[in-house]
T-cell receptor, first 113, second 113 residues
Framework: DSGVTQTPKHLITATGQRVTLRCSPR?????VYWYQQSLDQGLQFLIQYYNGEERAKGNILERFSAQQFPDLHSELNLSSLELGDSALYFCASSEDPGVVGYTFGSGTRLTVV | AQKITQTQPGMFVQEKEAVTLDCTYD???????LFWYKQPSSGEMIFLIYQGSYDEQNATEGRYSLNFQKARKSANLVISASQLGDSAMYFCAMRLHGQNFVFGPGTRLSVLP
């Protein structure tokens, strides 16, 4: 157990729907990162939060949004889902935005049908 | 822009043999961290080893070692005494200070009995 908890582990939903992915960071970590891993794009950085504030944005679509709550857990909201959004979504956490490594959660596998 | 290149889409190695997975990186920054992660078929991302750009010694973690050649901008992963459980995708990644990870496309390692 890495200490980073992601729920749900698997999600199957239809096109056009909206889903919420949840992440609880490792105890003491203030930064939360979201990554998308798809077959054709590899691991793509989506967004980072640090202590409740958005810190950096990557290749995140406008249909996607995220937030980090006061208890430091984070949610990634995906709306108007398309078949191409099917991917493994990772949450990771770290103590600070330095050069230290991330601790990854086990991911949420999203399948859009 | 930072970039990670892994030129070996797939590698085979005989059980108990050593294998080297290649990674080259591109950055003009002096301070950075280099990481290797393992992703088994179950999907989770497992941290293996870290090398800081100012570390003079090559990093080692058990059967994993990182062959760091700064002038060549390479950070190859060496796995000694391969085991069947080493079969997985391996990702090289770089992180600049205060920034997010950039991942390479990965190398799929298959260990043969």
């Amino acid at each position: 157990d890495s200490g980073v908890t992601q729920t749900p582990k698997h999600l199957i939903t239809a096109t056009g729907q909206r889903v919420t992915l949840r992440c609880s960071p490792r105890s003491g970590d203030l930064s939360v990162y979201w990554y998308q891993q798809s077959l054709d794009q590899g691991l793509q950085f989506l967004i980072q939060y640090y202590n409740g504030e958005e810190r950096a944005k990557g290749n995140i679509l406008e249909r996607f949004s995220a937030q980090q709550f006061p208890d430091l857990h984070s949610e990634l909201n995906l709306s108007s889902l398309e078949l191409g959004d099917s991917a493994l979504y990772f949450c990771a956490s770290s103590e600070d935005p330095g050069v230290v490594g991330y601790t990854f959660g086990s991911g949420t596998r999203l399948t859009v049908v | 822009a930072q970039k990670i290149t892994q030129t070996q889409p797939g590698m085979f190695v005989q059980e108990k043999e050593a294998v080297t997975l290649d990674c080259t990186y591109d950055t003009s920054d002096q301070s950075y961290g280099l990481f290797w992660y393992k992703q088994p078929s179950s999907g989770e991302m497992i941290f293996l080893i870290y090398q800081g750009s100012y570390d003079e010694q090559n990093a080692t973690e058990g059967r994993y070692s990182l062959n760091f050649q700064k002038a060549r901008k390479s950070a190859n992963l060496v796995i000694s005494a391969s085991q069947l459980g080493d079969s997985a995708m391996y990702f090289c990644a770089m992180r600049l200070h205060g920034q997010n990870f950039v991942f390479g496309p990965g190398t799929r390692l298959s260990v043969l009995p």
